[in-house]
């Protein structure tokens, strides 16, 4: 079955500090990874996704996010925090494999950036 | 382009009232998704349409919960009668995608949700 984890309810990083927040997945076949933003009381935004290609993806707002197959990952990062970072981060996934259309979502990191 | 429009943006009624939610999705979209958002829950997907048909639609908590999508431009969501525990932000998002079968890891682009109370 597949599933995604997320497994930081809250991540606190100072200004300017790099920052990450973690994201583990499980599928049968190839995943199509992808992270999305939400601040609040608003919609939530695509951010960035790996399909296949470099590991290395490059998105909005000066995120990127490594794909890593062996240890089954889709970290997002990025070098230099801005407080207007702070929102609520979604990673989510779909089997490559599976002709359901279906995003298997994980439960949100809140990222906290202080000044 | 407009992107997901959803309406209302607020929606405030009480216990047993019928509920409509509206979304237009982004022009040229085939695929739409409803979701719900609670802080108990988390995101959920209630239903999926393709080509305007139900595709799964086993996120549906119970038989009040109905969705349609009459036209590849409209889909509404409607909850009769409505529970206090249906209170949550709902969101639509639509997607493209652009091969048959399984599709190659199409975006989804929400819309900025209605909140819905039920008093």
């Known amino acids: 079955a597949q599933s995604v984890a997320q497994p930081e309810d809250q991540v606190n990083v100072a200004e300017g500090n790099p920052l990450t927040v973690k994201c583990t997945y499980s599928?049968?076949?190839?995943?199509?990874l992808f992270w999305y933003v939400q601040y609040p009381n608003r919609g939530l935004q695509f951010l960035l996704k790996?399909?296949?290609?470099d590991n290395l993806v490059k998105g909005s707002y000066g995120f990127e996010a490594e794909f890593n197959k062996s240890q089954t990952s889709f970290h997002l990062k990025k070098p230099s925090a801005l407080v207007s970072d702070s929102a609520l981060y979604f990673c989510?996934?779909?089997?490559?494999?599976?002709?359901?259309?279906?995003?298997?979502w994980g439960a949100g990191t809140k990222l906290i950036i202080k000044p | 382009d407009a992107g997901v429009i959803q309406s209302p943006r607020h929606e405030v009624t009480e216990m047993g009232q019928e509920v409509t939610l509206r979304c237009k999705p982004i022009?040229?979209?085939?695929?739409l998704f409803w979701y719900r958002q609670t802080m108990m829950r988390g995101l959920e997907l209630l239903i999926y349409?393709?080509?305007?048909?139900?595709?799964?639609d086993s996120g549906m908590p119970e038989d009040r919960f109905s969705a349609k999508m009459p036209n590849a431009s409209f889909s509404t969501l409607k909850i009769q009668p409505s529970e206090p525990r249906d209170s949550a932000v709902y969101f639509c998002?639509?997607?493209?995608?652009?091969?048959?079968?399984?599709?190659?890891?199409?975006?989804?682009?929400f819309g900025p949700g209605t909140r819905l109370l039920v008093l």
């Open positions: 790996y399909i296949t290609g």
């Open positions: 599928v049968s076949g190839n995943p199509y």
């Open positions: 998002a639509s997607s493209l995608h652009r091969t048959s079968g399984r599709g190659s890891g199409e975006t989804q682009y």
């Open positions: 989510a996934v779909r089997d490559s494999m599976d002709s359901n259309y279906q995003l298997i």
């Open positions: 022009s040229g979209h085939n695929s």
């Open positions: 349409f393709n080509n305007n048909v139900p595709i799964d």
